[in-house]
């Protein structure tokens, strides 16, 4: 029953701080680096060259982009079917953290990955995303470049390094479709 009680007022003091956020806040429009985003809304389509290892490979990955969160957040499906890793599901939330100034995108597959990369934007139309975890129990970075050519056509380079050392590698252009 006391543990009840402290989730209950738990949750209450969570959404009484969220209640005083907003009556303090007026709404905005989203930031520049998100608002890039928020126009890829709708269907998407690659052909991505895949590098694990030594072994190259192709693929068509698609991926479909919703406004979340009234218009200050992205939600998005992602699937490929790859020779290399299997059939790809990913789902990701993207938002903008107004504290740190940072877009925040969040990826969930049907792996056992999960995990948050950090954006920036390093030109006009170029994002730059990083995280870091472990892979094999190893520190591993990621770092995906987006660079925007126009509103139907986005390019996509992506490296991950484990304990200092490439390991995986892709690129390609997406499409609208």
């Not at 895949?50 to 991926?63: A, P």
């Not at 969160?69 to 790809?88: C, F, I, L, T, Y």
């Not at 100034?101 to 139309?125: I, P, Q, R, Y």
Request: hydrophobic content about 35%; aromatic content about 8%; charged content about 25%.
């Amino acid at each position: 029953m006391k543990k009840t009680i402290l989730l209950f007022v738990f949750i209450i003091s969570i959404v009484g701080f969220k209640e005083v956020r907003s009556q303090d806040h007026k709404p905005m429009a989203p930031p520049d680096i998100l608002q890039k985003i928020i126009n890829w809304e709708g269907d998407w389509q690659a052909d991505l060259t895949m590098k694990m290892g030594d072994k190259t490979s192709k693929s068509v990955d698609y991926i479909s982009f919703s406004k979340a969160s009234d218009g200050m957040g992205v939600s998005a499906k992602e699937w490929m079917d790859n020779p290399q890793g299997g059939k790809v599901y990913i789902t990701h939330l993207v938002g903008y953290n107004m504290e740190d100034k940072k877009l925040h995108w969040f990826s969930v597959d049907n792996m056992g990955g999960c995990g948050e990369a950090l954006g920036t934007m390093t030109g006009g139309n170029h994002i730059h995303l990083a995280g870091t975890g472990k892979m094999d129990g190893k520190p591993m970075k990621q770092t995906v470049d987006l660079t925007i050519k126009d509103n139907n056509t986005v390019e996509f380079n992506m490296v991950m390094m484990v304990d200092g050392k490439t390991v995986r590698s892709g690129m390609g252009t997406f499409k609208r479709k």
